[in-house]
């Protein structure tokens, strides 16, 4: 049976960064825009650029950067064309230009608009008519079109919108330019019949509907976003926007790992197909989870960590007996390896690389690879029970965390090249020479650090006492030699596997204490991420990675304040 391509439309990095507590860096963006890239995804919303030069910058940089690439994007069953990258605009002509000037430099770039045009919204937050709003969108549409051929508009609360109403604003946007129309359940608030019957009369009933792709967004406020997109691509919908481990604002947005596996668990049950390399979802999953610090739940569907364990016996015996008596999806069609390839302190660079190549770091420069390699082999010499992929996951987060120091005499990764493998970012500046803590019960807190300051050649040695145990001594002495004050915003520790030499994985996110008056939302924010055995070495290593990234941010690409880029679609 022929199928429609259903376009992913990921916007992991706008909407998805709109999660309470949620802001990543310039750099942390383009690492995830390359993996998104690399997944299949077709349309990277890459940002909100007016929001702030840093936010400008970002967009401007994943445009310029991940734009072009084609790795993973070629072959049987991919997309065969380098992701658009989008930039959102409110319906106003600077934000236009702005988003414009950012995305321009992709080879395929489109400017994603939108006006609110449920009665509600044009009563109380717009204060216009249905007329200006009809006006507006006129406007706006065509200055994008006269900037950009590919133009997407969004009416904002098009879930509670009037339906003949919004029939006429969306032929105005079709014959002022616009190539496709998205119908945002902006609160979450319709079920899916509801939604369904929504994108099927605006597609029976919208003026020159078939000249453009109609698209959902739908919020998961019930429980049932990626319900309600799928009733949407049932009901002629082309392209669905998403975002990896569904997060975002307030309950979040539709999950791309949850509309993409249904469709290629059900070929028949939905008109479409989809090119995204589904092998990649674990892999991109972890990668959103450590930058973002939104934890993944265990039961999450497809990438939790539960998501493929049986603990009942019977459940057990089925699956021993035949996979398909409870599994509807292979593990390793997501990314979730099940061979028996056993690493341990004896297993050799070759036997590594197979095992990231299935884990889905095929992509990790030279660089990133030895220092993954150097990191596996000191931890299968201190774990008795073998390396698992939950630690080697770990791994490679904390590498990506925290580059290796650079050395004059190491030739240049054989991946650094245009297909875009990652690179790891410049040398930190403070690096973990020392390290001495004291604490028990009963007694206080101490901690004694050695950092070696690499932009001096020096070690720094310094000490503190803590009330409240010895990570709050870590992190004290570690303030008080880099001469900052900094806040920490989140602080988590897991464990990777089993047993009492499993892996500790330390993520941190912090930020420059504000000054008495400021707005604290406007520091950026840092995470740092470390792993090792010993959990009170994880935590001083996530820690000083977080304080190098502070120390070595550019203040050009700071980003908006959280409150200053939230917006509501």
């Given amino acids: ?92 002509r600077n934000d236009i230009q702005t988003a414009f000037d950012a995305v321009k430099y992709a080879p395929r770039h489109r400017i994603h608009l939108f006006l609110a045009t449920s009665d509600i919204h ?54 002022a330019g616009a190539t496709t129309l998205n119908i945002p359940d902006t609160v979450g608030y319709n079920t899916p019949q509801e939604y369904g019957d929504l994108i099927r009369y605006l597609r029976e009933k919208t003026e020159g509907a078939d000249s453009v792709v109609w698209s959902t967004h739908c919020h998961n406020d019930l429980g049932l976003a990626t319900a309600n997109s799928l009733a949407g691509v049932s009901n002629g919908a082309r392209q669905v926007e998403v975002a990896v481990n569904g997060i975002g604002e307030r309950a979040g947005n539709t999950s791309l790992e949850e509309v993409v596996m249904n469709v290629h668990t059900h070929p028949h049950a939905y008109p479409v197909h989809h090119t995204i390399n589904t092998r990649l979802l674990f892999s991109t999953s972890r990668m959103v989870e450590d930058l973002s610090g939104m934890a993944v739940q265990p039961n999450k569907a497809i990438v939790g960590r539960n998501a493929f364990l049986h603990e009942s016996g019977i459940h057990q015996d089925g699956v021993l007996k035949n996979k398909q008596t409870y599994e509807i999806i292979r593990p390793e069609d997501v990314g979730v390896t099940t061979n028996n390839i056993a690493l341990g302190k004896h297993s050799g660079r070759h036997a590594f690389r197979i095992k990231l190549d299935d884990l889905g770091y095929a992509s990790l420069s030279d660089a990133q ?30 590498v990506r965390s925290t580059p290796a120091r650079a050395s004059a005499s190491e030739p240049p990764a054989e991946n650094a090249d245009a297909q875009g493998a990652s690179e790891p970012p410049s040398s930190p500046r403070y690096e973990l020479k020392h390290m001495q803590v004291f604490t028990g019960v009963g007694i206080t807190p101490t901690a004694t650090i050695s950092l070696l300051d690499a932009s001096q050649n020096t070690v720094k040695t310094d000490a503190a006492l803590a009330q409240n145990g010895p990570i709050e001594a870590i992190y004290s002495v570690i303030q008080r030699i880099v001469g900052i004050d900094i806040d920490l915003l989140n602080f988590n520790i897991s464990a990777t596997s089993e047993g009492q030499d499993t892996l500790g994985k330390v993520s941190v996110r912090i930020a420059r204490s504000a000054t008495a008056g400021a707005d604290a939302d406007a520091e950026p924010k840092f995470t740092g991420l470390a792993t090792n055995v010993d959990i009170i070495t994880a935590s001083a290593n996530a820690y000083l990675a977080a304080v190098n990234r502070l120390i070595s941010h550019d203040a050009a690409n700071t980003r908006a304040a959280h409150k200053d880029r939230n917006v509501d679609i």
Avoid at 16 to 42: F, M, N, Y
Avoid at 128 to 146: D, L, P
Avoid at 370 to 388: C, E, I, N, Y
Avoid at 392 to 397: D, N
């Fill in 369 to 398: 690879f030895q220092s993954a390699f150097t990191k596996f082999k000191a931890l299968a010499d201190s774990k008795k029970s073998g390396v698992t992929d939950g630690d080697i996951h770990a791994l490679i987060a904390d």
């Fill in 1 to 92: 049976m022929s199928t429609d391509k259903l376009i992913i439309f990921d916007t992991t990095l706008r909407d998805g960064e709109q999660s309470p507590g949620v802001t990543l860096s310039t750099d942390e963006k383009v690492e995830i825009a390359r993996q998104l890239s690399r997944l299949g995804v077709d349309v990277i919303e890459a940002g909100f650029p007016v929001a702030s030069p840093g936010d400008f910058n970002a967009v401007k940089l994943i445009a310029q950067e991940v734009g072009p690439l084609m790795e993973g994007r070629e072959g049987e069953g991919r997309v065969g064309a380098p992701a658009v990258i989008c930039g959102l605009a409110r319906c106003t």
């Fill in 122 to 175: 044009l009563e109380y937050k717009l204060k216009i008519t249905r007329a200006e709003c009809t006006q507006q969108i006129e406007e706006m549409v065509g200055f994008a079109k006269s900037l950009c051929a590919d133009v997407e508009f969004s009416p904002e609360d098009g879930g509670r919108s009037d339906r003949e109403f919004l029939t006429k604003a969306l032929a105005v946007a079709i014959r």
